[in-house]
């Protein structure tokens, strides 16, 4: 049986005692004058017949509520049933839009009204740990059984908070009709992609969605240029007192996408919808999107290729890791059997897989990966992802966006880079001091 089973066990026989006490009717007397009374059914009305009956008023079984967008609420409901089933346990899967849900978390947690368990990304968790909205989950016992990058993701300041299930990055994408071998460089991309374009071949040389700056999506090209969102301590952790934005590297990178803009590779015009709809028209030749966007291109009939970025000026790229997983609500109702729900349930082989084939997203369980594994777009991403680091889960990390969002703006209309990297860079400092 189980890890959390035992625990669970006890649980569950405590409630079982605590009901069938008070079935009996003898309990009701002022014996127990701690008990409610309600206006139902006075405690001083009896009948001779009352007085032979014995009640056996069952208590309502305990409920587990999780919070999950539309894709993923079916799988977590089906083994939620069977967890229902095995423990006698009600589990309720509400599907709520994944954008809202660190939100509404926040103040639905605190006022005893939000979920035991959510679907989050790790990034929320430098908010959520902080705010004391997340509780710390024990998953020691499977923790092998997962990739050790997102195991380490799902957890905070040394604390493990959450179960991973996906591990997804960028990567670049390539149209093989219209290049048929894998680029090295970012050169050797530059020169194909703006030839393609100047003979009329396509409209989009890369199709990264921009409109007006995405640091998210340029952050490979941005590392491998030499630049960085923060530095880390000697433990491996991002430190948010090195500000990578306007180091030498950041510099270094925010001139290579000046040139970029200036030679009309990159386009601050481009935003989601263009990206789709230019390579899945064969009008773009590159794109710079994750596995959520593939099956757009794979409907259309595009023949792609899910390939590693190539270098920068030598440099390699390091785009961010995200990971999803389960999280407890530091508010359950019911906080040991969402553990052990999530632990027992959704962390085996069977549940991750079914997560997989429901969304698509590169699992995080390596079994599972075994069974996705013979899919090239995994294969792809997997290996765009290989240098990857997980995006920073600290707080000061919200401080970061709209800055540099705007840094990169400024850079795409013509101004200089050096000028708008430092003064974004001012700005977040600035943001991070204030708390």
Known sequence: MKRNIWKLLAVLASVTLFAAACGDSSSTSTENSDAPTTTAAPATTTTAAAATTTSTTEAPLPTLLIWADDTRAPVIQEFGDQFGADNGVNVEVQQVDFGSIRDQLGVAGPAGEGPDIIIGAHDWLGELATNGVVAPIDISGI????????????????VTYGLPYSVENIALIRNV????EPVATFAELEKIALDLKAAGTVDVPLAVQEAPGDPFHNY?????????????NADGSYNPDDLGIDSEGGLAAGRKFSEWAKSGLISGDVNYDVMIESFSTGKAPFAITGPWATGSFADAGINYSVDPFPTVDGGEASPFVGVQGFMVSA?????????TFVVDYMGTKDAQVKLYEAGGRPPAHLGAIEVASSDPDIQGFAAAGQNGAAMPAIPEMGAVWSAWTDAYSLIFSGEDSDAALKDAAAQIRDLIAQG
């Open 220 to 232: 490979p090209m941005f590392t491998a240029a030499g630049g960085v969102v923060f530095g880390r």
């Open 331 to 339: 508010f359950a109702q019911n906080p040991l059997l969402a553990e």
């Open 143 to 158: 923790a092998d059984q997962f990739l050790p990058v997102a195991v380490n993701a799902m957890s905070y300041d040394g």
């Open 177 to 180: 009709d219209l290049v048929p």
